[in-house]
């Protein structure tokens, strides 16, 4: 037996500044698809995610909640492997930047460039956007904002390393423009790298930082830490064991088959990347795909809970069935382009191809097998020249879904599956076996045009099963298909059933929907009749937890900001039996002057705790007012100590 043949995949590795959502579903729902149908086409795949988790962001969003950068991360990467988990995501490896293997490759690969003369060192001076993480000249700004966000930027100076970006600039056009190789699509990507990056002139990229900490250390230069583009971009190939003991298998799946990421992040992976690899001396991906994105609301805004755009995934996959969401966000987005999302469009979605098409296709084709014989056909059947359009149109979806899904044109490979689905709820009415039914002698014609019927279901569930895993499998076994007929090369041959074939009814695959209903509960969901406090109640407990807590009012004795802290302050305080040390985070909310002389709530016997390298005894209390947090204040003639009940 030969050996099976290698294909690499990934996705671009997720920023976990938040919980992830249904705009981070596309490119991983893709992945799946792809790596699902390669296997099932006897492909040895490896499927990669992960999460990209440094960063200055992440540092400063982990101090806002007053825990630490890991901690933060760790929690966030937990939710991306849950809902991937919900999705039916059936990735290979899953890499974190914060893992030790990676950590190791990342600092010997910067040395490595270093060593061959392509990183330097210089002082970085120009505009900075940190939720990007990104450096930008004047020139390069769109209206004095961040041309990727347009956010706003900040000045910035500082001692950096920097990787020799323009020296790639030739032989990065020159790939872009290989139209053999087709290295990135669609083409209009190539178009905008050419013009918006390349012609104007490539600039050296600032790949260290030294204004934060949480990130990989450059091991020969203290103080700087690997700046992302080295750190996020190896990940494709730490993954496989390159430069670290923990895997093996780069030889055998590098260069990847497919980089597979939204738009925004082609820059970075069509001439980054490949600079970085060129400097290396390793192969190149042989293809990187940038797709639109999913907006939201009207003129492709953010989704709207005013009227009900519920996009959670997790309440979609569960009300409306995971395969359901897959299908609508696979059908819906033409490759390339930007797919608005509504909960509306999903629901006519759902309920024209998935229920009225292929649900009733399946749900008739069965009950009538059953009705009329007992649900096993017989043995013989007599077809005709009648049978052939519905049968050539099957023959010629393999190869077509093959080539779609192959190059992320999911929607073409999608939209002719339902148009031989359609053909066949047609050829159901051509046929009328109802009619046939009743006349003994037309019993043969009839069992053919069952026959037809399932085995062209079974064709179409099979091209369906990358996309639909959950729901194909029940509809083999309604149909009596056996896993030696549902293989990949098995779509491609008609009459593979069983010429006894026995079906059994199921369950209604595809409940149809109350659109205008759904969309009532979902704004109900989204809109709550009267506005909630943004913390819920917490669970009920008994008065012995309160009374615990040692609850005090205590006189502000100074106050300062914490340093190279943007949250932090640090008070001393007299708590009535003498003077503490409490750090709260509120610096947002007031000056520290404003706060000197006043007398505060305080829980005192809490825990001591390390924040920023100092230490906490206890927290002074406060009050959510919006957006901002005010401190609870007592009058002056309250004494310190005055205990609170």
């Not at 050539?392 to 190869?399: F, K, N, R």
Request: with cysteine; glycine share 6%; net charge negative.
């Amino acid at each position: 037996m030969s050996e099976k043949r290698p294909f690499y995949i990934t996705t671009p590795i997720y920023y976990p500044s938040g919980n992830p959502h249904i705009g981070h579903c596309y490119s991983t729902i893709a992945c799946d698809v792809i790596a699902r149908m390669k296997r099932m086409q006897g492909y040895d795949v490896m499927f990669l995610t992960g999460t990209d988790e440094h960063g200055q962001k992440i540092e400063k969003k982990a101090e806002e909640l007053g825990t630490t950068p890991k901690a933060y991360v760790d929690e966030i990467v937990a939710n991306f492997k849950k809902l991937w988990s919900t999705l039916g995501i059936s990735y290979d490896r899953f890499i974190r930047t914060t893992d030790d293997y990676h950590i190791e490759s990342v600092q010997k690969i910067f040395r490595q460039l270093y060593d061959k003369g392509y990183i330097y060192k210089s002082e970085y001076k120009g505009k900075y956007c940190t939720p990007c993480e990104s450096f930008w000249t004047e020139s390069q700004l769109v209206d004095g904002k961040c041309p990727d966000c347009g956010r706003e930027v900040t000045d910035a100076s500082e001692e950096a390393y920097f990787f020799k970006l323009s020296q790639f600039a030739p032989k990065l056009k020159e790939l872009l423009l290989d139209e053999e190789k087709d290295f990135l699509n669609p083409k209009s990507r190539v178009n905008e790298m050419i013009n918006n990056f390349i012609e104007p002139g490539l600039q050296d990229l600032c790949v260290s930082r030294t204004s934060f900490t949480w990130g990989i250390p450059v091991d020969f230069d203290e103080g700087h830490i690997v700046y992302v583009w080295i750190d996020a971009l190896s990940n494709y190939i730490t993954a496989l064991g390159y430069l670290n003991d923990k895997y093996n298998d780069f030889d055998k799946y590098w260069p990847a088959d497919m980089h597979v990421m939204a738009k925004e992040i082609v820059r970075f992976h069509s001439l980054i990347w490949p600079a970085i690899l060129m400097a290396l001396d390793l192969p190149l991906p042989k293809k990187v795909y940038g797709h639109g994105w999913i907006t939201f609301g009207e003129g492709g805004g953010k989704m709207s809970k005013s009227k009900g755009n519920v996009v959670d995934p997790f309440i979609l996959s569960e009300r409306y069935g995971v395969d359901s969401l897959r299908y609508h966000l696979l059908r819906e987005m033409v490759f390339g382009s930007d797919c608005p999302y509504s909960n509306e469009q999903m629901f006519m979605r759902y309920n024209s191809d998935l229920a009225n098409d292929l649900g009733n296709l399946v749900s008739r084709t069965v009950a009538m097998t059953v009705k009329y014989f007992d649900g096993t056909l017989p043995a013989h059947k007599e077809f005709n020249g009648s049978d052939e359009e519905l049968l050539s149109m099957a023959d010629e979806l393999p190869s077509f879904v093959d080539e779609t899904f192959s190059s992320l044109r999911f929607s073409e490979g999608l939209e002719k599956i339902f148009r031989v689905i359609a053909r066949a709820n047609k050829y159901i009415d051509e046929n009328e076996p109802w009619i046939l039914a009743k006349d003994e002698a037309k019993k043969p014609r009839l069992a053919a045009v069952l026959y037809n019927l399932l085995d062209t279901v079974r064709r179409c569930a099979i091209l369906l099963t990358p996309v639909m895993p959950h729901i194909c499998p029940e509809i083999f076994e309604q149909i009596g298909a056996d896993e030696s007929v549902t293989t990949w090369d098995a779509a491609s041959q008609r009459h593979l059933l069983a010429a006894d074939v026995t079906v059994s009814k199921g369950r209604v695959l595809f409940p149809r929907l109350d659109v205008e209903k759904e969309i009532a509960e979902l704004e109900a969901m989204a809109a709550p009749a009267r506005e909630l406090p943004e913390e819920p109640l917490k669970d009920i407990t008994n008065f012995d937890n309160f009374a615990a807590l040692d609850l005090r009012a205590v006189k502000v004795i100074s106050c300062e900001k914490v340093p190279k802290s943007d949250k932090l302050l640090k008070f001393i305080v007299d708590d009535g039996f003498g003077e503490r040390q409490v750090l709260s985070g509120i610096a947002k909310y007031y000056e520290p002057e404003q706060l000197v002389g006043k007398t505060l709530a305080m829980i005192v016997n809490l825990a001591p705790r390390k924040m920023m390298g100092l230490e906490s005894n206890g927290m002074i209390m406060s009050v959510r007012d919006g957006d901002k947090f005010r401190v609870v204040e007592f009058a002056d003639d309250i004494k310190a100590g005055a205990d609170i009940s």
